[in-house]
Structure formats: C-alpha cells, structure tokens
DNA sequence: CTGAAAGCGCTAACAA
DNA sequence: TTGTTAGCGCTTTCAG
C-alpha cells in the first residue's frame, strides 16, 4: 500500500500538501490538485486509517452498543441495527458492533478508553441503565435507542409508546371491545427495568381507563412457551376478553398459534394487536398480524443522526425525539364478538 | 485519558517499560510490574488504539462483511452475526459490521486500503463471488461463510449442504413420501449465483434419484407472497407432493400459512422440512416446522476461528470445513398419507 | 498558494 | 532486567 509520502513525490508536491487536497482544508490550485489526484489514483492511495486518527482528531467509527440478549434477536430487532448501519456509513462513519452485556462496565469503560470510536449508540436502555453514567464520566458523545427515566440531559431517540398504546386501544374501542388482555414481558425484564414494556403498561392502562374498558395483564417470556402460558392464562380468564395486545414477537406468535391449536378464531373471537413488531415477523404468523410500531429505520436514522451532531458539535444541547407509530391492520384484529 | 509516558512517570520507569509489561513480550521484575500495574490503574489506563495499530502491526478489529439484501433479514441470519461476534471479542477482536451492497468493490477496496482491519469475514457468499478476487489482490487476511465453486485455496466454513439435503429426504423416505416438492429462492437469486440454494438442489436431486423419489421445484421469492405462490404452484400439481422442502423462512411461513388458509393439514396431508432455519423462526410458525439446519453459532466460531488463524499465522494452509446439519424433528412433518 | 516540521501515543530494535 | 530512540503515516501550525 502507498503512503502518503509517495503520492506527494510522484506528483511533485509536499507530503502536507497531498494532505490538504483530501482534507479540503486549504485552496489548492486546480494544477496542483490534478496531479496530486491522478498520484492517488495511479497509486490506488488510500490514507491510513489509524495514522489519521492518532494525528488528527477524527476517528471514523461510532460503536452500536447492542447488549446480548438470553432471549435471542428478532428480526425486528435487527432492522434496528442494520438501519443504523447504514445511516452511519451514509454519513461517513464505520459501525462497530459491540455487544457485550449490558452490565459488563468496565468492558464499556475500556472500549471508550481505547478512543477507538468516536461515539457510542445505546440500545435496549433500561429505565436507569448504567451506561450513561460511564459513558458521562468519560466525556465521550453518545446517544441512546430509547432512554432511561432520567434523561432530561440526554440525546436520545424512542418510540412514542403513549401515543402507540393509545392508538392500539382506541382502535379495538372503535371496533367495540371492551375488555383487552395485555401481554408483557416477563416479570424479570419488568424488574430489569425494560423501558417499552413499562411506557406501554402505562399507555395501555391510561387508555383503557379513557375508553372505560378493563385490562388484565400477564407476564410471560418472550418465547413460544411463553406464548402458549399467555394463552393458558387467557383461557383462565371469566369472563374472557375479546381482544389482546402483546408486545414482543416470538410470545405473540405463542399466543396466536396456541389460540389455533386451541380453536380460538382470529379475528373472529379475538382480535390481537401486535406492539412493536415488524412487518415480516407480522407476516411470519397466521392470520398476519395487525401491529402498531415505528417505523423501524426513521428511528434508527434518527438516533444515529443525533449522535453524530452530538460528535461533529453541529448542534447544541440534547436530541430527543419521540418517533410515531403506525398502524398496519392486517388479519389478526375485527369486530368484537357479541 | 492518561497516557503511557503519565504511568511511566508516575511508576518511575521508562515509558517502554510500561508497553513491556502491558505486552508481556520481556520479563519485568515482580516489583516493578507491581508498580506499573498500580500506576495504571491510579490513572485508570487504556492504551490508545489508533497508537497502537500505528506503531504496531496489531489492528484488532475484524470486519464483517453483510451484505445489504432486498428480501430483508431474518432471525436466523442474525444469529450468524451475533454468534460471530461473540467468538470474535472472546478471542480479543472488534467487530466491524460492514453492509455495503456486494457488488461495491471499490468501496470493499477502501476498506482495506485504510487498513482499519485486520481481516474480513465475508457472509452470503455466492458462486462466483467478485469479493475473493479483491481481497486476494490486497492482500489482507481473510475467510467466509460458505463457499464460491473455485474454492482451493480459500479459508471457508460452510454448511454441509449435501448432507443437509440427503438427510431430509431420507427422513421423508422413511415416512414413506415417494414424491416432494422443493421450493428454492427465486430464479434472480440462482442466477446470482446463490451457493445454498444451488447446493441444496443439487443435493436433494441426488438424494430424491437414489430413493427412487420424484421431485418438483418451484422458485419463489423469500416473503409472504413468495410463500402464497409457492402454495399456489403446489395446488396445480398432480398428483400433488406429500412433503415439501423449503429453503428461506419467510417463504416457508408463508406457504404453511397459506396452506392452513387452504384448508391443507400439515403434517396429515403434507410434511413440510425447513432446511436452514432456526430454531426461533422455526417455533414461530405453525405447526412448528421440522428443521434441517447447523447449529448457527458453530458455523460463525469456526469462520472467525479461520480469520484469527490466518491473521496471527498460527496456520498452514487454508482451512476448509464443512458443519454437519441437525435435524430437530417438530410438528410439520409426519407419514405420508395414503 | 505551498513547504517544512512538530507532534499524536505507541512498538520494537538497539543498547546497556 | 531496564532505558533510549527511531519510526508508524498522518494533521496542522508555523513560515514563507
């Protein structure tokens, strides 16, 4: 590989020089700037990343900090990452995938010590995740995929879960239901502080108690056998409700597949609405669910959007942001039964 | 951020030193590697990336090369990448997700040419894959998940497609199916020369010849409609298959679903074996399919595996493996109906 | 408009 | 067992 210093011989020019036509950051004459440019190109110059980063203060790489998970990844979770991905390479940066646990601390402290990124991006944040206090402590910039309860300082990027739960209710009141089940996350995720599942409990209930429907809620793991507990406990209910809102994909696919087995019709005695959940996971179960989520890229954009003001200086103060839902209806949700 | 001369000066050494008792490439006494580790510590130390990739030939970060897709990602795909990184930070690597289109070669040629990384792994490997050639030119490390057909010299981990497929159709012979039907990617993506479908074909035609089976095979795109069209096509068949093998998620969902639509049982009148699907997807569908596939993560370890060991030399030769399909028996296949 | 030169924070060869 | 020093390939200030 060339260097820097070749290039400049080959066209004649001072090493800084061949530095100043890439960077920009000074006028060259249009003579100069040619062949410095064919020197590149005939030598298929490319700079050195890592000489760029310990001399000048760039450093091209944001780091996606997407904690593993026991609960596996869904689809839809990982258009999340790989629209980030791709508004990061959009603005000139390189994505890091890092995930170590979201507790492994000192893990954090010592990649943000590295100075390797420029920025870190935070998913699956908890109500009071400890994350932001390292990443605080090292001055680093940093943005978050949904935000923690105290965030007034933070740029952050999150799904509107008031409006999403009371979209979700307000549609099935208009469909004449009157009684909902909601399916959380699993009690351990609630302790854990799982932000979407409790910013939707909130929304939903607000939203029931609007309409002057009634709820009951159950908690499950986010698994088929979660999924087929939810439909047990539903089965428990008297009198049942006609319609169900679930949060998370593989429990609800649970759910709607245990309800067939069971001979429940969807949407004919229960409608089930889909919070959260992307368009092909929707349509990887029968009846195709109805769902309301963002749109998973815009959030992602805008996430990685606001990290990088944050990194750049180009903007002051926080980024936040809440991203609308939409509403699919698909096969899964109908009149309530009489 | 301290940086190596502040611990040296602080521990009272010389700022070599310090590096040597980070590297360990020289033997420190007891008392002053006691004193360094102090001093770093006191100052919560972490040497600099960018400094040490400069300086030293070292550059810890691996890319990932996964390619941007139309059809979208599934759950299994990710568990490539998650599993891959996880083996890549155990062996004390970076993870750069890397998702231009696989046709950008120059962009590929950029890449390496900053030399951020210290070698790439490549996914969704085709036939003939343009990304080898590149790579090979540059001179840089590099491995793949899966394989093109000129594959000598190449550090790869596939899957054992052959066997994947003669294991299905033994398993359906031993149920006494005498007819199949295999729904393959679309004819777009065979052109493109997609490894694991044509691999697959090939191998269930054999499997199918020796059993003295007969075989069918319908393209589709891998969603939804790809599924219902999939299903379409079996309706006009006749006689009709009692099995069908089906390569991508999305299609397989939706060719069960849609047959359920249909009023088709499986498995009572139609066994259906998803080969290469995960376990996730596999339970989010009913029935839960029957799959063929390798443990994902196994593959991922191996390949990164093969990356590491041709970066840091500690091999010979390429190294070339094939992993052995599991089959998890679930709820859509059962005897062929009489 | 362009060149010279001082680092950036390390690794590793050379010297003791 | 430890210290000294020459780079690694760039960015950017200081000088023309």
Chains 1, 2 share one sequence.
Do not use: C
């Amino acid at each position: 590989m060339a260097t820097r210093d070749e290039v400049a011989r080959l066209a004649g020019v001072s090493p800084s020089t061949v530095s100043y036509v890439i960077s920009g950051r000074r006028t060259i004459s249009e003579a100069t700037k040619a062949r410095v440019l064919a020197a590149m190109r005939e030598l298929s110059y490319t700079p050195d990343a890592f000489a760029q980063g310990l001399a000048g203060s760039r450093r091209g790489i944001l780091a996606l900090h997407f904690p593993t998970s026991v609960d596996g990844y869904s689809s839809t979770e990982f258009e999340y990452v790989t629209a980030a991905m791709e508004r990061a390479r959009a603005l000139g940066y390189h994505m890091l995938l890092w995930s170590n646990p979201m507790t492994d601390v000192m893990g954090l402290e010592s990649l943000v010590g590295q100075k390797l990124v420029a920025g870190v991006l935070l998913m699956e944040v908890s109500i009071n995740d400890p994350r932001f206090d390292v990443l605080r402590r090292a001055g680093i910039p940093f943005a978050s995929i949904g935000r923690p309860d105290d965030s007034a300082d933070l740029s952050y990027v999150d799904n509107d879960f008031a409006e999403a739960g009371r979209m979700a209710v307000d549609y099935l009141a208009g469909l004449g239901h009157q009684s909902i089940m909601y399916i959380n996350v699993s009690v351990e995720d609630q302790d854990a502080g799982n932000g979407p599942a409790i910013r939707t409990a909130r929304a939903i209930s607000d939203a029931v108690r609007v309409q002057g429907m009634s709820m009951r809620e159950v908690p499950v793991e986010n698994n088929a056998r979660g999924g087929r507990a939810a439909l047990d406990a539903y089965l428990d209910l008297h009198p049942r409700p006609t319609a169900v809102l679930a949060l998370k994909e593989f429990a609800t696919a649970g759910f709607v597949n245990a309800a067939g087995m069971a001979s429940l019709r969807i949407p004919e005695n229960l409608s089930v609405i889909a919070l959260g959940v992307g368009d092909r996971s929707a349509e990887m179960v029968a009846p195709a669910l109805t769902t309301v989520a963002p749109p998973g890229e815009v959030v992602s954009h805008a996430a990685v959007d606001a990290l990088v003001q944050k990194i750049e200086g180009s903007s002051q103060g926080a980024v936040q942001q809440l991203i609308a839902p939409l509403m699919t209806v698909r096969d899964s949700t109908g009149p309530a039964p009489r």
